[in-house]
């Protein structure tokens, strides 16, 4: 039996999230389509598949089903276009509430002064309900029906019921899904941790489960280098902390010999790496060292079969 292995890439947008989140950095606004192109192309012929987040709302800027302030509608359009045509096909789509930022209100449209994880600590489960929805609502719409959820920073860790139900009663009144998942817990040392059910309601039939990522984000500190070659050896750094050019060593041999899953981590903005694109050459050469170590002894699947392979959480989400 091969041992499951799947990426998670969170922050999906056409805009780079820290563009907004982070003023007091220089951050380039606009993710480039070629950019998009060149990691799902990359993908594609590698086989690789996981979870890319999407977001509905990306810092607030609008609703990705009608238009957002400062992106050219063009821009807009070819993202969602590879969206569609070569991601969704390889990847579950999420999305990672609705501005992985500032709390929207839904009666208004307006913004509140609150984060996104702060407001569900508070809220109860059929205001979170309610606001999930919406999210899966501009998905969907946009041709990108999300099969599960991807929670922005420790959104729902304070309340994970109360949050785990709401995803499993937004999905039921979106898509009319029984079987969901999303992702909010990441254990980057240690035994490796399967997919668990968080909540289940026995009259419906609904159930959801909670996926783990089982690396950190080896990418992340390639953003804001001197330079593309510094960030290139950031890259490879983090690359060999999770396998060495052998393969004897790093978190996804310790996760292969314990039997997996192994489930890797990274984000848009880190592959991106404020267009030096060091995150992204880093991914790809993790990608081939995975292949010559495992070869075949590795399959790359999507997070919702993960948590269908659960035993309790087996049936199709």
């Known amino acids: ?59 607030g800027l609008g609703p990705i089903d009608q238009r957002l302030n400062y ?25 990672e509430l609705l501005t992985h930022q500032m709390t929207v209100n839904l009666k208004t449209g307006g913004l509140l002064h609150l984060y996104e994880d702060e407001w569900v600590a508070r809220a109860s489960v059929e205001e979170i309900t309610d606001y999930i929805a919406h999210a899966l609502r501009i998905l969907k719409n946009v041709g990108l029906p ?22 499993g009663r937004a999905q039921w009144r979106v898509h009319r899904r029984k079987r969901t998942w999303y992702f909010l817990h990441t254990k980057a040392s240690g035994p490796p941790q399967r997919p668990a059910v968080t909540w289940r309601d026995r009259k419906t039939g609904q159930q959801v489960a909670s996926v783990f990522a089982l690396t950190g984000d080896p990418f992340w500190n390639t953003q804001h280098q001197s330079s593309r070659r510094a960030a290139l050896d950031v890259a490879l750094k983090g690359v060999d902390a999770l396998l060495s050019p052998d ?23 880190s592959l991106f790496s404020n267009d030096v694109r060091a995150g992204l050459a880093g991914f790809k050469e993790l ?4 292949e010559a170590v495992f070869g075949d002894q590795v399959e790359w699947v999507t997070c919702s079969k993960l948590a269908r392979q659960d035993g309790s959480a087996r049936e199709e989400a």
């Not at 989140?21 to 951050?27: A, G, K, S, T, V």
């Not at 393969?247 to 903005?269: K, M």
């Open 247 to 269: 393969g004897r060593s790093g978190r996804v041999r310790e996760l292969f010999d314990a039997g997996g899953p192994i489930v890797l981590l990274t984000h848009w903005q």
């Open 146 to 167: 999300a099969n599960g959820v991807t929670s922005p920073w420790s959104t729902g860790r304070h309340n994970e019921r109360v949050y785990a139900e709401a995803i």
């Open 287 to 290: 990608v081939r060292r995975i």
């Open 1 to 59: 039996m091969r041992i499951p292995i799947s990426l998670i890439v969170d922050d999906g947008a056409p805009v780079n999230p820290a563009y907004w989140l982070h003023p007091e950095q220089r951050n380039v606004f606009l993710v480039p389509n070629d950019f998009t192109a060149d990691f799902a192309a990359f993908c594609v012929e590698h086989g690789v598949r996981g979870k890319f987040s999407v977001l509905p709302m990306p810092s």
């Open 71 to 95: 992106v050219p509608q063009r821009h807009l359009a070819g993202f969602l276009d590879l969206m569609q045509r070569r991601i969704a096909p390889l990847f579950d789509i999420t999305p």
